[in-house]
């Protein structure tokens, strides 16, 4: 019998932890949930009520806390999940005899539902997300820097039609704690790799929220729509003005 493990990465997630959690009974065989050593809220003591394998490490990169806990992962298939995801029901219906019928495939790639501020949104460059979360142990390792991390597979890829279900923020005062936290490391990341700021880049707040909420249709899915296209035009235009910011201190 073919075995899956899910792992999960943590930090302070007591909130979401139980929902992913939840959507995992009856499918994971064993769910391995890596928390920061810096974690200090009950989300060690909520995965371990779910009979999950609890560690800790300390946090360096999202790549490396991922393999670490890909590592920890006894299962032939591991579903990689983030605590603010779930398996949907079709999802978890499809999986299992997926995995206990295709030989050849090294890995699956999943596609996304994302949900803000009560919605599914289905525009705005957010329709046809998808990502490479399940795949074969001993084919698989993530990659990445300081903010985006990926999974590399060796060997093919297919593709299933169940969902992970995936709410990012609760609400907008989430979505701004988090926006301050993720442009850092995405001003980081462009300053250490040579890119420098130019003023056109002040062009990019306008572009971004006519590019969602017009040319990709985020209008379609109302009030939710535009604020997530607002929003994350906001992101795309401070992550420039940090790299400016990160320019001046160096100078």
């Known amino acids: 019998m073919v075995r899956l493990s899910a792992i999960i990465i943590a930090k302070d997630e007591e909130e979401d932890l139980p929902g992913a959690l ?4 009856g499918l994971a065989d064993e ?23 609890v560690r800790r490490r300390p946090f360096d990169t999202y790549a490396g806390q991922k393999q670490a806990a890909l590592e920890l992962a006894r299962g032939e298939w591991v579903l990689s999940l983030d605590a603010d995801e ?19 495939t ?3 790639d ?25 795949f074969r142990r001993d084919k698989a390792r993530f990659a990445g820097g300081a903010l985006h991390e990926g999974v590399e597979v060796a060997g093919p890829v297919s593709r299933l ?6 709410r990012p923020y609760k609400d907008i005062s989430e979505y701004v704690r988090k ?19 130019r003023p056109w880049r002040h062009l990019i707040l306008a572009w971004e929220f006519f590019c969602r909420a017009v040319l990709k249709l985020g209008f379609l899915d109302g009030q939710p729509g ?4 607002g929003l994350s035009a906001f992101h795309s235009w401070l992550k420039y003005v940090k790299l400016k910011e990160l320019e001046k201190n160096d100078a």
């Open 179 to 197: 926006m301050d936290l993720y442009t850092d490391l995405a001003a980081r990341k462009r300053f250490a790799m040579g890119a420098r700021w």
């Open 22 to 25: 939840e959507s995992l009974k």
């Open 86 to 104: 779930r398996a949907s029901p079709e999802l978890k219906e499809e999986m299992p005899g997926v995995l206990s019928q295709d030989a050849a």
């Open 106 to 108: 090294s890995g699956y």
């Open 31 to 53: 769910i391995v949930v890596l928390l920061d050593t810096a974690s200090s809220d009950r989300s060690d003591k909520i995965a371990e009520e779910f009979g999950a394998v």
């Open 226 to 229: 535009l604020v997530w296209a």
């Open 110 to 134: 999943i596609p996304f539902e994302v949900h803000f501020l009560g919605r599914r949104l289905g525009h705005g460059g957010l329709g046809r997300e998808s990502h490479l979360r399940l």
């Open 161 to 166: 039609r169940g969902k992970i279900i995936h």
